[in-house]
């Protein structure tokens, strides 16, 4: 886009050039073509100059390049299915954290009386079309609580400008009121509907045949009275989610607040855990909760190892997969990149599996351990309540043939800015992100059962690029390494 600027500028100069020259010599009015160079120069310039200028492809060529340019890139440009899941991550956040979508559209991160979650160093608002974007997503599929907020944001930015036009929008104010005024329709708001598309046939389209029906429609349903009947169903239409409940209901129920004996008992100790390798220097352990036990470990690794293990995964992130029956697939409710690492793939990670076995205790050598899973979570990426453990025979974890998941480490390689906790839902807490701490838990009690009090989330990244590294250990090989308490219920 410099390069075409450039060489349009140039011509748009050589073109002001030729003009000031034209006009120069049609400034005395009464100068006589009686002069042979003045003939000479209007005969030249009516012969051949202005075809020159007029069919020049120098215009045509320099548009050309910057298509090529376009062409040359064009695969790894976002798609239409990366636009449409930005728009959706929006909708998330706006959820989640219940955020004021005229707020977002202002570049602000806030809750109704609330400070602001989030405040970037630069603030960078949302045009009337991108707010129309993220509206029409919710629309296409009949999200019609979503698509009201936004539309109603693109509409009043929309009404702000109007009469003016970006050559980047592909939508208008006739584009937000049209759509808007049907998803008030769906919505069982008649009157509303009715007054929307009143205005857009008095500023965008007098003559639109369609909008025109529509309002004799709304007119006849308000005169009847037959639409209050138009109530919206939210469970009922397409599947769709129930109006915007707080927060924590977007994650499930909670369990009360733990009783403060249970708390007392939570502290921060050097461990070595019996390890040569931690004698030099031992774990920094935060002990989390008891009940499910949860610890963080304090400056687990190094930047530098960080960096390295990103490096050599970032290559191979693919969108992630969730277990589904027998079969692993996509799912809206995982939003992240992952990739598996070897321990051979570098030093570093060998190093540390290595690390990970001395604080847990556990063995981690083959089929005992997964591979190393790092995940990239990007614009509002998040995963929604779930276990880690399999509740389920059919489960893929059970092809290792080394039992279910025993227990979890999470190594945060990155800060981010706000969002990206881990919640742990039926707990009634959650964990911040902690750059280069590592975050480990039980799955499976003694007995062998699943922990019902690990079910946890990714909340969804408000603002930063949150990377974490997962290790799953395997309840096989661990047998002298955990035993059996003596109590079953344990």
């Given amino acids: 886009l410099r390069s075409y600027l450039r060489d349009e500028s ?40 202005w075809p020159n200028i007029i069919y020049s492809d120098e215009a045509t060529r320099n548009t050309q390049a910057l298509h090529a340019g376009l062409r040359e890139l064009e695969q790894e440009l976002p798609g239409p299915e990366d636009l449409d899941g930005a728009a959706r991550a929006l909708m998330r956040l706006q959820d989640v954290y219940a955020l004021s979508v005229k707020g977002l559209a202002s570049g602000v991160f806030q809750r109704a009386g609330h400070p ?66 049907f998803s008030y329709f769906m919505a069982g708001n ?24 529509n309002v004799a429609k709304y007119k006849k349903l308000l005169e ?23 927060p924590h209901a977007l994650l499930g129920p909670f369990s009360p607040q733990p009783a403060p004996e249970r708390l007392l ?38 930047d530098a190892e960080a960096e390295t293990i990103k490096g050599l995964a970032g290559p191979w992130l693919q969108r992630s997969v969730v277990a589904s029956g027998e079969k692993q697939q996509k799912a ?11 321990d051979t793939a570098d030093p570093v990670v060998r190093a540390l ?23 990239n979570y990007g614009l509002g990426g998040h995963y929604e309540p779930h276990f880690d453990h399999a509740t389920s025979m059919k489960s893929p974890l059970y092809r290792m043939k080394s039992g279910n998941r025993i227990a979890t480490i999470m190594i945060y390689l990155s800060a981010v800015e706000a969002g990206g906790s881990t919640a742990f839902v039926y707990a009634n807490f959650s ?35 949150k990377w974490v590294a997962n290790k799953w250990i395997h309840e096989h090989g661990q047998e002298f390494r955990r035993p059996c308490s003596a109590d079953p219920q344990d």
């Fill in 116 to 181: 602001p979650l989030y405040r970037p160093g630069r603030r960078v608002p949302l045009s009337a079309d991108d707010c129309f974007h993220v509206g029409k997503v919710a629309y296409d599929t009949g999200d019609y609580y979503h698509s009201i907020a936004w539309l109603e944001e693109a509409a009043s930015l929309f009404r702000l400008s109007y009469g003016t036009w970006n050559l980047e929008d592909r939508s208008s104010l006739e584009d937000a009121l049209d759509h808007l005024a």
């Fill in 353 to 375: 599996d290595r690390r990970i076995a001395a604080v847990t205790g556990l063995d981690l050598r083959p089929p005992y351990a997964e591979y190393l899973q790092v995940v």
């Fill in 431 to 465: 964990v911040p992100v902690v750059k280069n701490a590592a975050l480990f838990w039980w799955n499976l009690r003694r007995n062998g059962n699943g922990d019902g009090d690990t079910l946890h989330a990714g909340c969804p990244v408000l603002a930063g690029d």
């Fill in 224 to 246: 009847t009275g037959t639409g209050t009947r138009h109530r919206w169903d939210w469970q009922g239409c397409h599947g769709l989610p129930p109006p915007l409940s707080p």
């Fill in 332 to 342: 809206e409710y995982r939003i992240s990149k992952s990739a598996w690492l070897k």
């Fill in 265 to 302: 008992h939570l502290s921060c100790s050097y461990e070595t855990n019996s390890s040569p390798y931690l004698l030099l220097q031992p774990a920094k352990k935060e002990m989390v909760r008891i009940q499910p036990y949860v610890a963080l470990y304090h400056d687990f690794i190094t």
């Fill in 190 to 213: 008649i009157s509303h509907a009715l007054s929307l598309s009143m205005e857009f046939l008095r500023y965008a389209d007098p003559s639109n045949q369609r909008v025109s029906r």
């Fill in 10 to 49: 140039s011509r748009l100069r050589r073109l002001r050039r030729f003009y000031e020259k034209v006009q120069a010599l049609h400034q005395d009015p009464e100068a006589s073509v009686d002069n042979p160079l003045l003939a000479f120069s209007l005969i030249k310039r009516l012969h051949s100059d």
